[in-house]
């Protein structure tokens, strides 16, 4: 099993797919690294070598920002935007759309489910 940038990847799939398992990783991305390397896209995890699991690694801590760097760039920049007060932070901080997505109807993935109103009385039983 190979285990690049903390991330166990699967055995049993291709060595192309398998790479978009590591946050910050797709697959145009995961393409490009293979080409680099020149390894078969279609090799299963299972048949790389040392030698080819050492070369992607050594790729992605030179050229790319992954994982727990990149997850913590990202909330460094939410975290910005809410402390200068941008629209953007402001949409952040109360969980809502942040694109111009409408929320009157749509939206519940941001916004949760439906609230029941508070203080309504139930219909009394027969």
Sequence with gaps: ??????I????NKKIERALTYIYGIGLVR?????DKININPNKNVIELNDKEI???RNILEKDYIIEG?????????????MEINSYRGKRHRMG??????????????RRGTKKTMAGKKKAPKK
Aim: glycine share 6%.
């Design 1 to 6: 099993m190979a285990r690049i940038a903390g």
């Design 8 to 11: 166990d990847l699967p055995k």
């Design 30 to 34: 995961s393409q490009n690294i293979l």
């Design 54 to 56: 050492t070369s992607i």
């Design 69 to 81: 760097d990149l997850r913590r760039l990202e909330s460094i920049n939410i975290k910005r935007l």
């Design 96 to 109: 809502l759309p942040l694109r111009g997505q409408r929320t009157r109807t749509n939206g519940r993935t």
